[in-house]
């Protein structure tokens, strides 16, 4: 499969439901309460989106499925589309776009601060993600940088576990999922070193 | 057969064809499940519910601000906290359906001179139904205004009779693993402690404000709303007011009350409705009225301070909260 169509596939399936949303909103049809059903849909949404970006690799890795890459880019930009309007939600509808009283969220509660680390963190891998900055930055940067992605994600989880009052199903999924695709890189960075011991101990 | 050589598709165009209309259909099809599943699992829209058996009651006029308004019965009935069925408010509802609420026996006791076993219908018929229109506002912070219909838990204490000794009432709901699905062992063990429980003082509970509900919009409750029996006390957040009860228990003890027990540093014994007491996680200043765009500001007692804020006086809101 040509690179562009599997762009197209991702894309697509990726921006489906943020369409749907759109069209039962405009419906009036988004259930009894439907800022909050907005705010948490986009939410779990950026979180499965970011979950599957950090799926690429291993999955790559594992099955021999190079192709792959060419979504990871997609992926974690759609993560942050749906990060950007579950942040857009909350400011907007929550506190009618005001600063100060963003602010004083941000003063009295933490799990509001790491959700807002978080969606930074995304915003900047987002504005670094062209080609250009790839090469502005140089690949090792550029890698450093995008590595962020791993703290990110285990903001975004705390942010997620910490929004919910006792019913943590989801997020104790999200968090076995996490620990797999985080563990499988440090288990494989320390592989890596592991062989290049062997090979100087030659 | 007769096929000019010009009309064979040339193999390469063929195959290129044969790929597009696999990618094409790859496309769709995964467009579909993709569809399906965000509606299957996010549930935008809840089926409306079937209606409850009409009341006789005494009508009354709203003591409500000039911009409040009754929430529609569709969202009273299709947007609720009750744990035991779902923790997701809009399949509560469906989940709740096959919840028998005949034969039902309320079994009230403990600190009382005459303890008794009373059966729903005796209890509907104890004292005149009344509506009582009242805000109710969630913990979580989004509010209603609901048209219970039911009568001052005071008529049935006063029946019991509760001793000089009697200093708290305890509400127990019904444990029903068959028909709850949440209060079947989980994985990691329960959501909350059940069977859920609830608590008063005596003063907070023989307060006129205070009922014990059978219906609302006029009809008997239905299951997603604590049918057949249920305590409503509108100046505290919601889960206060315990559903579907079938124990009354007055102690001189303080209850040990389920959300208490699950958060003790989120969810007080107290839970008076106060914008000035934040919960540890978010703030309870303002409040989502169901069916408003925008958030309004809650009220001290949520609304109802120049009744009840007599019976804190003297008391600190923010370490009792």
């Known amino acids: 499969m040509s690179r562009a169509y599997l762009q197209l596939l991702v894309l697509a399936n990726g921006l489906l439901p943020a369409l749907l949303l759109a069209f039962d909103a405009l419906r009036h049809k988004l259930g009894v309460n439907p800022v909050e059903y907005f705010i948490r849909t986009t939410g779990v949404l950026s979180m499965v989106l970011l979950i599957l970006t950090l799926a690429v690799t291993p999955v790559r890795q594992l099955s021999g499925l ?41 003063a009295n509660r933490h799990f509001v601060v790491i959700g807002m680390a978080s969606f930074i963190v995304l915003l900047l891998l987002a504005i670094t993600s062209t080609k250009a900055m790839v090469r502005c930055l140089g690949g090792r940067r550029w890698r450093q940088v995008h590595s962020q992605i791993y703290g990110s994600s285990v903001a975004a989880l705390l942010h997620y576990w910490l929004a919910v009052k006792v019913d943590t199903d989801l997020p104790q999924v999200c968090l076995v999922l996490l620990v797999l695709l985080l563990g499988y890189r440090l288990l494989s960075r320390n592989t890596a070193r592991s062989a290049v011991t062997v090979l100087k101990l030659r | ?48 519910a079937p209606r409850g058996t009409p009341l006789n009651f005494i009508r009354t006029k709203p ?86 219909i039911g009568f001052p838990l005071k008529a049935l204490l006063d029946k019991v009779e509760p001793l000089s000794t009697a200093r708290y009432v305890e509400f127990e709901s019904l444990y029903d693993p068959e028909v709850m699905p949440n209060q079947r062992q989980g994985l990691w063990g329960s959501l909350l402690n059940w069977p859920y429980r609830e608590g008063l003082r005596l003063d907070e509970a023989m307060h006129p404000l205070t009922i014990l509900a059978v219906g609302l919009y006029g009809e008997m409750l239905l299951p997603q709303n ?96």
């Open chain 2, 1 to 48: 057969m007769n096929v000019k050589s010009s009309e064979v598709t040339p193999k390469e165009v063929y195959l290129s064809r044969r790929r597009f209309v696999l990618q094409a259909g790859l496309l769709f099809g995964s467009l579909a499940v993709t569809g399906t599943a965000y509606r299957w699992f996010f549930e935008p829209e809840s089926k409306p």
């Open chain 1, 66 to 106: 190079s192709q792959l890459i060419h979504v990871r880019r997609t992926l974690g930009l759609l993560s942050f589309f749906y990060a950007l309007l579950h942040f857009l939600g909350y400011f907007c509808l929550e506190h009618r776009c005001s600063i100060s009283s963003l602010m004083s969220d941000l």
């Open chain 2, 226 to 321: 604590g049918a057949p029996l249920r305590v409503v006390v509108p100046w505290k957040y919601g889960f206060k007011s315990a559903k579907s009860i079938v124990k009354i228990t007055l102690r001189s003890d303080r209850p040990q009350t389920t959300w208490n027990l699950a958060q003790p540093r989120e969810y007080g014994f107290y839970a008076n409705v106060n914008p000035a007491v934040s919960h540890p996680r978010w703030s309870q200043q303002t409040e989502r009225r169901i069916g408003e765009f925008w958030r309004r500001p809650t009220l001290l007692f949520n609304g109802y301070a120049e009744q009840v804020a007599h019976l804190y006086s003297g008391m600190d809101l923010k370490t009792n909260f």
């Open chain 2, 63 to 148: 003591q409500l601000m000039a911009d409040e308004h009754l929430t529609s019965y569709e969202k009273v009935t299709g947007y609720n906290n009750f744990y035991e069925f779902s923790t997701y408010k809009q399949a509560v509802a469906k989940r709740a359906r096959q919840m028998k609420v005949r034969p039902w026996t309320v079994v009230v006791g403990g600190l009382v001179a005459r303890p008794k076993i009373f059966d729903i219908d005796e209890i509907i018929r104890l004292a005149p139904l009344e509506e009582r229109i009242y805000r109710m506002r969630c913990v979580e912070g989004w509010s209603m205004v609901i048209p219970w």
